[in-house]
T-cell receptor
Framework: QQQVKQSPQSLIVQKGGISIINCAYENTAFDYFPWYQQFPGKGPALLIAIRPDVSEKKEGRFTISFNKSAKQFSLHIMDSQPGDSATYFCAALRSTNAGKSTFGDGTTLTVKP | NAGVTQTPKFQVLKTGQSMTLQCAQDMNHNSMYWYRQDPGMGLRLIYYSASEGTTDKGEVPNGYNVSRLNKREFSLRLESAAPSQTSVYFC????????????FGPGTRLTVT
């Protein structure tokens, strides 16, 4: 049973465009939703995160939108740059469960110059 | 601070051989995790340790054992390696609190022939 479903699997965007990655979860006990960015040959690194009591969080060009009733959240990358080309993972966790996270399968983003 | 370190970076094993992957963190984090990453399958939790002295199974524990040696170190052992264990292994750590950011190591690329 996949508790966090991520789409699309891959995404190609022109420089300056908007990249959108979507995730859906099933477990309503999840209460923290981070996004990680991973460059080839490196470990994932936290990009931005949101709690379900907030509908949107923005950090620079990166925005998370959260829809609690639909059990969906998405990452928007505005003014996408070639340096944003990486694999992005959404995750969900219960804060009472030792920070144990369930990850989506990842989205490989390519930003073309 | 070195963050999360992992050794070795690369390893090739023959079927049936054993080995231990080492992980250490210098951030005084309580919780530590072992993941495997396979193409198109995201990050899957093998084992985790909520605190020193405790370990618990994750999503895919079969064929692995772990030891939380102390607060800093968390090792993963393959007793009898199988080709299905060919993967990239990541160790991560996190601290309980308002955020549950996981800090990942650089990974170990393991090939079992």
């Amino acid at each position: 049973q996949q508790q966090v479903k991520q789409s699309p699997q891959s995404l190609i965007v022109q420089k300056g465009g908007i990249s959108i990655i979507n995730c859906a979860y099933e477990n309503t006990a999840f209460d923290y939703f981070p996004w990680y960015q991973q460059f080839p040959g490196k470990g994932p690194a936290l990009l931005i995160a949101i709690r379900p009591d907030v509908s949107e969080k923005k950090e620079g060009r990166f925005t998370i939108s959260f829809n609690k009733s639909a059990k969906q959240f998405s990452l928007h990358i505005m003014d996408s740059q070639p340096g944003d080309s990486a694999t992005y993972f959404c995750a969900a966790l219960r804060s009472t469960n030792a920070g144990k996270s369930t990850f989506g399968d990842g989205t490989t983003l390519t930003v073309k110059p | 601070n070195a963050g999360v370190t992992q050794t070795p970076k690369f390893q090739v094993l023959k079927t049936g051989q054993s080995m231990t992957l080492q992980c250490a963190q210098d951030m005084n984090h309580n919780s530590m995790y072992w993941y495997r990453q396979d193409p198109g399958m995201g990050l899957r939790l093998i084992y985790y340790s909520a605190s020193e002295g405790t370990t618990d199974k994750g999503e895919v524990p079969n064929g692995y054992n772990v030891s939380r040696l102390n607060k800093r170190e968390f090792s993963l052992r393959l007793e009898s390696a199988a080709p299905s264990q060919t993967s990239v292994y990541f160790c991560a750590s996190s601290v309980r609190g308002l955020t549950y950011e996981q800090y990942f190591g650089p990974g170990t690329r393991l090939t079992v022939t």
